[in-house]
């Protein structure tokens, strides 16, 4: 059963860090992160190739970092100099490069005060 298993959410003040971490029980994978708040649509936070090149949205770029480790099949994302803006739901993406099928984690949420 394919599974992405997050962690790492939590409240923060802001300007302070947090990481996530998401786990996929497959490989050959492209993963991300996306948030979305209540009556919003999800929006691309960051992403990850196959090969570990990342992307990211204008409004993390320089605070947060995305990463992967191939060992672990785990993709964990560093958020610095948090916001009270970055407060979402935060849900981890995997793409399966081979079938294309696509799945999402159960949402982790983060909540910076001001």
């Known amino acids: 059963q394919v599974q992405l298993v997050e962690s790492g959410g939590g409240l923060v003040q802001a300007g302070g860090s947090l990481r996530l971490s998401c786990a996929a029980s497959f490989r050959d994978n492209r993963m991300g992160w996306y948030r979305q708040a209540t009556g919003k649509q999800r929006e691309l936070v960051a992403l990850?190739?196959?090969?570990?090149?990342?992307i990211y949205s204008d409004s993390v770029k320089g605070r947060f970092t995305i990463s992967r480790s191939y060992v672990e099949n785990t993709v964990y994302l560093q958020m610095n100099s948090l916001k009270p803006e970055d407060t979402d739901v935060y849900y981890c993406?995997?793409?399966?490069?081979?079938?294309?099928?696509?799945?999402w984690g159960q949402g982790t949420q983060v909540t910076v005060s001001s």
């Open positions: 993406n995997a793409i399966h490069m081979g079938t294309g099928s696509e799945y």
């Open positions: 990850i190739s196959r090969a570990g090149s990342p």
